[in-house]
């Protein structure tokens, strides 16, 4: 029952959808939309036992006194007290979302810089993981060395005083051998996602149930 | 004596001359006074022609209005085509098409403008677009098509009663092309089941970041280190993940043989929920339910970098010897890979996602590229089935292979004999359109 069930519902639900997909008629958009308005329910509902993992594993970690236990408590404490200050206290004492309010101040003032930190250290990183990549240790890491530098090249105006021909060699790059083999994993990556919601349909893939599956 | 009597009249008169000389014309207080008599003075003549009203010019409005279902829709929208006005030329700027529902009681029974088209442009739109004035299906509308001149004069057309009223199809009659593919390619992937069932031995290429599986994990069990294991960014919708949980099934099951702790910190809470009970029924099934650790799955953020933030202060602090990161990624996969780098990590990464796959390459041991992804649980598993739809796909590929190679054919020989050869052109042009429908689709 356990495996069935959910089995029968992923089965069902796939043909429809699949089905659906071909009748362009207001009943089949129907009941589109209203399998689609249920993803953010089940999603809602997950969330509560996502914070309740979070909330365990650090629980334990400050409980067994596990390395670095004291930052469990610099993610327990907002967690559960950013959501009071926005839904529970009056504005007087910064409660509330909107400006100014304590939600705002670490959502804009401490969140939004951090992950902008985050995101910028991507630049540095793009530029070792480079470095590494463009070692010409083999002929076809000299190939790719040279690649990148005429489409690197063709992409900034320093290019165009090499000559007309870097800018166009570097286009041509992209929109013929770049492009074909991006074409080709996509190809590629199209068949595999249909067999495997195939197999998901039709019961042989059985990941997805989790521990049911078995 | 005469002389002082002149002077006197003179005196007398000239108020009056005065007088008479400003006194205003009851035709126009300033127009400049013309002389009609000279002949120069054209200029003046043209202005005072010019300001006269120019009677408007006859414009004929636009013609009959026809209204037909517009196909493979929800009955949402209806093509509607008019005859433009035969004075056109006579300065037309657009027209305006109107759109009521007689009766209504919605606010619809007024004439509401539901789309402007350029004179000389197109003589045929689709209404129900617009967000502001749906169609509804099975409702009866009546539509105007107005001429507006440059001079802002509307010329409006006869009101004509809609000839159709919007109808739903059953079948989408530009997608029969995907439909056929589709059922080529199941049928494929089910020819390929029953005969990996028939005890066929299948024949599978080795893939070296799957045959990695093993040693990576055999690695970690001797330097005593955890597992990381990172199922992808995105939700259990996407496909990719869904991969990545079969093959997180596997791994898990491997890990519970060697006892070696396993880390998989979550983005999504409904992959979460998913993971974990995977990771416990791998347990489970390797014999070992005590060896699982409650706290090995969990949750961490759905935020995209405080996520990546949480996984590399885990890799700097636990040093994991193993990482994977199967499934979909965005920008993070660099901040992931590379941290693991520099950690000394044998990595084994694998998505769909095209734009990450430079940087898994760069990056990382093994890359399973793009298709490869959803093919590691057949080649883990070895089920029939799953390595029969690894050869379904296989064969599907193959036939795209041949069409691509007749189209690079008839291509070369459309260039060579400059098209001179005109069934390989019609041809050509056949496999293109096929083409171009399923890569739209």
């Known amino acids: ?214 | 004596m005469l002389k002082h009597l002149e002077l006197l009249l003179l005196m007398v008169l000239l108020p009056f001359g005065i007088a008479q000389a400003q006194e205003v014309g009851p035709q126009d207080a300033t127009a400049p006074a013309v002389d009609s008599s000279n002949p120069s003075d054209s200029s003046a003549v043209s202005l005072d022609t010019a300001l006269e009203v120019v009677p408007p010019v006859e414009i004929a409005p636009p013609g009959a209005v026809t209204v037909s279902d517009f196909p493979n829709d929800a009955g949402d929208h209806l093509l509607v085509s008019f005859e433009p006005s035969p004075d056109e030329a006579l300065g037309i700027l657009v027209y305006r098409i109107y759109r009521r529902t007689p009766g209504a009681t919605d606010g619809t029974e007024e004439w509401a403008v539901v789309k402007t088209v350029a004179a000389g442009d197109h003589t045929e739109i689709v209404d129900g677009y617009d967000p502001d004035y749906l169609v509804t299906q099975g409702t009866q509308y009546e539509y105007r098509v107005a001429a507006v001149t440059a001079d802002c004069r509307e010329i409006p057309g006869e009101v004509t009663v809609a000839q159709v009223v919007g109808r739903g199809e059953w079948f989408h009659t530009e997608k029969l092309k995907v439909l056929i593919g589709c059922i080529i390619f199941i049928s494929l992937i089910f020819y390929y089941f029953k005969r990996a069932q028939m005890c066929h031995e299948l024949y599978l290429r080795p893939i070296p970041g799957i045959d990695a599986i093993d040693e990576a994990i055999g690695r970690a069990t001797e330097m005593g280190k955890p597992i990381l294991y990172v199922p992808g960014l995105s939700g259990i919708e996407d496909v990719a993940t869904i991969a990545s949980l079969t093959i997180l099934n596997r791994v898990a099951k491997k890990v519970a043989e060697y006892q070696t702790p396993l880390r998989v910190p979550n983005r999504d809470p409904i992959v979460y929920t998913v993971a974990e009970e995977s990771v416990k029924q791998a347990y489970m099934e390797a014999g070992r339910p005590d060896s699982y650790e409650a706290n090995s799955v969990f949750f961490v953020t759905d935020s995209q970098f405080a996520y990546v933030a949480a996984v590399n202060g885990l890799m700097t602090r636990e040093k994991p010897a193993t990482n994977f990161y199967l499934g979909m990624f965005w920008a993070e996969s660099l901040l992931l890979a590379e941290t693991g780098s520099l950690s000394g990590a044998i990595q084994i990464a694998g998505t769909d996602a095209i734009t990450q796959l430079p940087f898994f390459i760069t990056t990382c041991d093994y890359t399973l590229i793009g298709e490869e992804l959803y093919a590691a649980s057949a080649y883990l598993g070895r089920e029939p089935k799953q390595v029969g739809s690894v050869k379904g796909q296989d064969a599907c590929k193959g036939i795209v292979m041949t069409l691509v190679t007749v189209g690079i054919i008839l291509s070369l020989v459309d260039i060579f004999t400059g098209g001179a050869t005109d069934p390989s052109k019609s041809l050509l042009l056949k496999l293109q359109g096929l083409v171009d429908v399923t890569s739209l689709e």
């Open chain 1, 1 to 214: 029952m356990k495996r069935t069930v959910p089995m029968m519902i992923a089965m069902i639900g796939g043909i429809i959808m699949m089905i659906q997909y071909f009748i362009p008629h207001q009943v089949s958009q129907d009941v589109f939309n209203y399998y689609t308005e249920w993803a953010p329910l089940v999603g809602s509902f997950a969330l509560v036992l996502g914070v309740g993992s979070l909330t365990r594993v650090h629980i334990h970690k400050i409980r067994a006194k596990a390395p670095n236990w004291p930052y469990s408590y610099a993610v327990l404490i907002p967690l559960y007290l950013i959501p009071v200050f926005a839904f529970f206290l009056p504005a007087s004492i910064g409660g509330g979302t909107g400006k100014p309010s304590v939600f705002d101040f670490m959502y804009s003032r401490v969140q939004i810089p951090i992950q902008a930190t985050m995101f910028s250290m991507l630049a540095f990183y793009i530029a070792s993981a480079a470095f590494r990549a463009f070692r010409a240790k083999s002929a076809l890491a000299t190939i790719l060395l040279v690649t990148a530098i005429i489409v690197m090249l063709a992409q900034v105006p320093i290019g165009d005083l090499f000559g007309r021909w870097l800018p166009d060699t570097g286009l041509w790059i992209l929109r013929f051998p770049n492009l074909a083999a991006k074409r080709a994993i996509e190809l590629g990556v199209g068949f595999g996602m249909l067999a495997t919601c195939l197999k998901i349909i039709f019961g042989v893939e059985r990941g997805w149930l989790g521990g049911a599956g078995e």
